[in-house]
């Protein structure tokens, strides 16, 4: 990767997200990624490229006290090159400008799954606390959610 940024996520990056997630099955079910189609055309986000191409993003959700990050992800091949942390540093920029001081996220909560124990390692190597476990998220198909 020699040019990486983020920039502010168009309509026309909306195919691209939806490649990346359906490349992550294990982290984006269809009931997701069809939530997900349907949330990346109404809500503020950032796309994060590498050398021209979109190859992560984040889709935020405004609330009264706070802002949720909605949905995020990078494509597999490239976990762990710091592309996440980059968009969580855009979503922390968003947060001020909209004058807002709390960021927080759902995920899913099952201790048993792996995939969601790196996704729960990411928010906390990023400073992210547990708030609350909810046992029965019924948007998660009655399995638990984290709130961070």
Same mark, same amino acid.
């Given at each position: 990767?020699?040019?990486?940024?983020?920039?502010? *996520?168009?309509?026309?990056?909306?195919?691209?997200?939806?490649?990346?997630?359906? !490349?992550?099955?294990?982290?984006?079910?269809?009931?997701?990624?069809?939530?997900?189609?349907?949330?990346?055309?109404?809500?503020? !986000?950032?796309?994060?490229?590498?050398?021209?191409?979109?190859?992560?993003?984040?889709?935020?959700?405004?609330?009264?006290?706070?802002?949720?990050?909605?949905?995020?992800?990078?494509?597999?091949?490239?976990?762990?090159?710091?592309?996440?942390?980059?968009?969580?540093?855009?979503?922390?920029?968003?947060?001020?400008?909209?004058?807002?001081?709390?960021?927080?996220?759902?995920?899913? !909560?099952?201790?048993?799954?792996?995939?969601? *124990? *790196?996704?729960? !390692?990411?928010?906390?190597?990023?400073?992210?606390?547990?708030?609350?476990?909810?046992?029965?998220?019924?948007?998660?198909?009655?399995?638990?959610?984290?709130?961070?």
């Amino acid at each position: 990767m020699r040019r990486v940024g983020v920039r502010e *996520k168009a309509s026309s990056d909306i195919g691209k997200i939806i490649n990346i997630v359906e !490349g992550l099955p294990e982290w984006f079910t269809p009931n997701a990624i069809n939530t997900i189609i349907e949330e990346s055309r109404r809500l503020p !986000g950032f796309v994060v490229e590498a050398d021209g191409v979109v190859r992560g993003f984040i889709l935020l959700e405004g609330r009264e006290c706070c802002v949720e990050i909605a949905w995020l992800a990078v494509e597999r091949g490239f976990h762990g090159r710091g592309l996440g942390s980059l968009l969580m540093v855009e979503a922390e920029r968003y947060v001020c400008r909209i004058d807002k001081s709390i960021l927080t996220v759902k995920t899913y !909560g099952g201790e048993d799954y792996e995939p969601y *124990k *790196k996704t729960t !390692g990411f928010y906390r190597e990023r400073g992210f606390k547990l708030y609350e476990v909810i046992r029965n998220y019924k948007p998660f198909g009655g399995q638990p959610a984290v709130v961070s």
